[in-house]
């Protein structure tokens, strides 16, 4: 299998974020994508591949025009100011206040476009994102012209919206990919999102369409991040009625409920036959990873590429959450390789 990477993505770097009262450092680093890569390295898993550089058109497909337009322009605006560090909102226009004015200034502007302060800006983290979306397209280009593909992208994309970033997310790649393959001539596609987050920005995105079909096994939002979204109750609206499937799933799940779950999943995803599939690879499932609730091991990752595989459809994988670095490797390609049968 292919690997798209590019190094543009270690400019996002530095970030701090809080936590349980403190501020401390991101949990989203570069050596993140860094193991990543050296683990499909060593697995000789294939050519790791530079992405094609793409203008902003496949974003704003998915995306509000307004939004991105917004994102590359934030540092400067940042710097503009005498400021340094990361560039993190610090109010939003929740109930009760006006959420149809775009303001003027740098921090209400940053609390308008984002639904968390989790989405940190420092000076390279623009072109990191536009590298991250550079990976997806070229990874989706490698499926649409038939083979598997491995979009290692970072910053992650899954819990971004139409017009908001939060959660590590700026683009959400895995939607882009999704209506990119569409665009090419796909009937159908269905998001796999395996991550232990719920994708809350790709099922806002795709809430109410039906030729994307948005499939999410996640710590239940009831007591866990983002919260406020990811419940089995959410199945699309309108048009996309029935299209929008949640496994929202207790903390310290094991293997076995797992693996029902996702079983399940790949159950409804194969009745709705779709052309492609998109997975939202996350690896934050792991049982030591230091933001999540779930017990899976690095045995099972294999098993979760394998029963992807028997989907027997075209596939890209893209990469999303998992924290625990050292393990990020070999869980993430471990995922690959299952899906190869090795
Ligand atoms: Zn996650």
Redesign the pocket.
């Known amino acids: 299998m292919k690997t798209v990477y590019s190094p543009l993505h270690a400019g996002h770097a530095g970030t701090m974020e809080l936590m349980s009262g403190a501020i401390v450092p991101g949990f989203e680093k570069p050596s993140r994508a860094e193991i990543i890569k050296a683990r499909v390295e060593s697995e000789k898993l294939g050519p790791i591949l530079a992405p094609e550089v793409h203008d902003l058109a496949a974003a704003k497909r998915i995306h509000k025009a307004d939004y991105i337009d917004f994102l590359p322009t934030i540092y400067p605006e940042w710097e503009a100011l005498g400021r340094s560090g990361s560039a993190i909102p610090y109010t939003w226009p929740t109930r009760g206040l006006r959420g149809d004015v775009v303001p003027g200034t740098i921090d209400a502007k940053l609390g308008y476009y984002s639904f968390d302060a989790g989405a940190p800006f420092v000076k390279g983290t623009w072109e990191a994102i536009k590298s991250s979306y550079d990976v997806a397209l070229t990874g989706a280009k490698l499926v649409r012209n038939g083979e598997p593909a491995f979009a290692l992208c970072r910053p992650p994309g899954h819990h971004a919206g139409a017009g908001f970033m939060g959660g590590y997310c700026y683009i959400n790649n895995a939607a882009v990919a999704a209506q990119w393959l569409l665009d090419q001539g796909a009937k159908r596609v269905s998001i796999l999102d395996v991550?232990?987050?719920h994708g809350n920005g790709t099922q806002e995105i795709f809430y109410s369409r039906a030729d994307v079909q948005v499939l999410n096994l996640h710590g239940d939002p009831m007591v866990e991040y983002p919260y406020f979204l990811g419940h089995a109750d959410e199945r699309g609206e309108g048009a996309g009625e029935g299209f929008n499937i949640n496994y929202p799933l207790p903390f310290g799940t094991t293997w076995e409920a797992w693996n029902a779950a996702l079983d399940d999943a790949c159950a409804k995803l194969a009745a709705y036959g779709p052309d492609v599939v998109v997975v939202s690879l996350?690896v934050?499932t792991f049982e030591k990873d230091p933001i999540s609730q779930f017990k899976l091991k690095s045995s099972d990752y294999p098993r979760i590429g394998a029963r992807i595989a028997r989907l027997n459809l075209p596939t890209l994988f893209v990469m999303?959450?998992g924290y625990a670095v050292e393990e990020i490797g070999v869980n993430a390609v471990g995922v690959l390789t299952g899906f190869e049968g090795r």
């Open positions: 991550d232990y987050h996350g934050d999303e959450g």
